[in-house]
């Protein structure tokens, strides 16, 4: 029997696993002992004190083949790769389940998180941050959700980087379901983990538990933008209870879905990204390692030397830089491809160089 699999499956909270492997050592000492166990455990609980061990057999067996069909593994606290960044969590998992390579999970690490409905600014800033992480050669933790989630993810593969995707679901359930492929995807070179039962549904107290997995591992946590209903900011104070760096990139005064990140940097006090050489310089990132080059257009230098880091309207930019319409349009479309440059709602630009 998989005794290993047989204590993820008992019916016991994570921290009495923990506190039983850490005396026990094994699974398998828990489960030769488990009569004992019952009869002499204070924190046992009265339900668990009726069990009969060996009822979990079947299920246990279930659960192994349903794994093994659907190409998923697990750890444990007790296992060589449960290492201390993962030990170091509030309330730490007693297991993970995962699919793909497992120990990227020990990798330098940094969590970029933020809305789910993003705004082209946060859109913009969520690609060019990850960008900056993987040319460092820094794995990507992210929660595979819907907006800032799932743009660092794919960011983060077309610049061949590497992603740890943690789930508020069941690793064998795909939340929100558009993501199939991504995961898919991610699996490849990095990994996909959940501390939840197969199954499980996306159940809304489910992602605060997950959020702390994922500033756990985190070296530090980026917010690119936020609501201030937004469950990135409990990402975000979790990290700052587990004495994290965090980052937040502030939005703009007139949009509410930017209220989040400006008071949470106003009430915290944390480092503020306002531009790409604030991010490198807060994370000590190498700043000679694929530094834009300077921009020898002189049509170009124009555009930038009137645009700042306040949104200024298409039309402000055609008086002050007196391009024709066409050629303007044209010109900004590069520099927006190019990350030069970025387009808000409404034709508004700011430059990021």
């Not at 941050?129 to 743009?151: F, M, P, Q, Y």
């Not at 209903?229 to 007139?254: D, E, H, N, Y």
């Not at 949009?255 to 106003?266: A, D, H, K």
Request: hydrophobic residues 40%; positive net charge.
């Amino acid at each position: 029997m998989n005794y290993d699999l047989w204590l993820i499956l008992l019916g016991i909270e994570a921290s009495l696993k923990i506190n039983l492997i850490n005396r026990y050592e094994s699974a398998e000492n828990i489960y030769n002992d488990f009569e004992y166990l019952q009869n002499n455990e204070k924190n046992f609980n009265k339900e668990i004190k009726k069990i009969n061990k060996k009822d979990l057999f079947e299920e246990v067996y279930k659960t192994e083949e349903k794994l093994y069909q659907k190409g998923i593994g697990f750890i444990t606290y007790a296992d060589a790769l449960y290492k201390e960044k993962l030990k170091g969590i509030l309330d730490p998992p007693y297991f993970l389940f995962y699919k793909g390579n497992i120990e990227v999970i020990n990798n330098n690490s940094i969590g970029i998180v933020g809305a789910r409905k993003c705004s082209n600014y946060g859109l913009s800033a969520t690609k060019v941050l990850t960008k900056e992480l993987i040319t460092n050669n820094i794995t990507l933790i992210s929660g595979g959700a819907r907006g800032v989630d799932s743009i660092a993810h794919k960011t983060a593969l077309e610049n061949s980087g590497i992603n740890i995707s943690v789930l508020g679901c069941g690793i064998d359930r795909v939340y929100p379901a558009e993501n199939k492929k991504l995961f898919s995807q991610i699996e490849e070179k990095g990994v996909v983990i959940s501390e939840f039962m197969l199954d499980t549904p996306p159940l809304k107290m489910n992602f605060p538990r997950r959020n702390r997995i994922i500033s756990g591992m985190s070296g530090g946590i980026i917010v690119t933008e936020a609501s201030r209903k937004s469950g990135s900011l409990i990402t975000a104070r979790l990290a700052l209870a587990q004495k994290k760096k965090v980052i937040v990139v502030p939005g703009s005064m007139f949009y509410s879905g930017s209220q989040g990140s400006n008071e949470f940097i106003r009430e915290y006090g944390v480092d503020i990204c306002s531009s790409v050489e604030d991010f490198r310089m807060l994370l000590s990132l190498d700043h000679n390692i694929e530094i834009r080059p300077m921009i020898k257009s002189p049509d170009k230098r124009r555009i930038l030397n009137c645009l700042t880091d306040v949104p200024m309207h298409i039309d402000d930019v055609f008086r002050k830089t007196n391009f024709e319409r066409g050629a303007l349009y044209a010109l900004l479309f590069e520099m927006q491809i190019k990350d030069e440059i970025i387009c808000l709602p409404g034709n508004y630009y700011v430059k990021i160089i």
